[in-house]
T-cell receptor, first 115, second 113 residues
Framework: DADVTQTPRNRITKTGKRIMLECSQT?????MYWYRQDPGLGLRLIYY???????NKGEISDGYSVSRQAQAKFSLSLESAIPNQTALYFC??????????????FGPGTRLTVL | GDSVTQMEGPVTLSEEACLTI???????????LFWYVQYPGEGLQLLLK?????DKGSNKGFEATYRKETTSFHLEKGSVQVSDSAVYFC????????????FGQGTELSVKP
């Protein structure tokens, strides 16, 4: 089974709709991240969380909110979706210690289209 | 602020050709540097990393050396294969800000038989 899973993998929605993207991890990592990927822009950080009680805005948090329901779960919400939020969204996790220090592990991505 | 700049793609090469993808960075402090690879339809996975100046990261025939004097971390491979076709991202870990990464815009590589 994959260590970092995202649901749904693909979603088409309409302008103004509320949508939630979910991320779960079995790696036992304390840190989780949400990025969006746009062609020619690379990945940009939306929100990140260092533990359940620690949520931080990234560089492009406007129009998004997050919830860290448990150490293993980190959800991204679009309260009122708009077309320029059409993108590929990635969840990632990292550990602050051990051999994987510094490395982020990515989920497979969610392709979101807002019409 | 901290940033990463990569050479623009797409890059198209024939099998067994040499590859260089340029990456330069701007950062305060002493960042760690990374190359991630994204194969078609998949998420990103770490290809190699370097945590201090003059370190060389290597994996799967790819190499990159952390050059503090030129603020660069160019990705190189001596002989590419069709299976190397992917998008490559250079990234830096922001100094003293937890695990945050800043990514370059990505470079698409296409290797033809």
């Amino acid at each position: 089974d994959a260590d970092v899973t995202q649901t749904p993998r693909n979603r088409i929605t309409k302008t103004g709709k509320r949508i939630m993207l979910e991320c779960s991890q079995t790696k036992g990592h304390d840190r989780m991240y949400w990025y969006r990927q746009d062609p020619g822009l690379g990945l940009r950080l939306i929100y990140y969380s260092f533990d359940v009680k620690d949520i931080n805005k990234g560089e492009i948090s406007d129009g998004y909110s997050v919830s860290r329901q448990a150490q293993a779960k980190f959800s991204l919400s679009l309260e009122s979706a708009i077309p320029n939020q059409t993108a590929l969204y990635f969840c990632a996790t990292s550990d602050q210690a051990g051999s994987s220090y510094n490395e982020q592990f990515f989920g497979p991505g969610t392709r979101l289209t807002v019409l | 602020g901290d940033s990463v700049t990569q050479m623009e793609g797409p890059v198209t090469l024939s099998e067994e050709a040499c590859l260089t993808i340029n990456c330069t960075y701007t950062a305060t402090g002493y960042p760690s540097l990374f190359w991630y690879v994204q194969y078609p339809g998949e998420g990103l996975q770490l290809l190699l990393k370097a945590t201090k100046a003059d370190d060389k990261g290597s994996n799967k025939g790819f190499e990159a050396t952390y050059r503090k004097e030129t603020t660069s971390f160019h990705l190189e491979k001596g002989s590419v294969q069709v299976s190397d076709s992917a998008v490559y991202f250079c990234a830096l870990r922001v100094y003293n800000q937890g695990g945050k990464l800043i990514f370059g815009q990505g470079t698409e590589l296409s290797v033809k038989p």
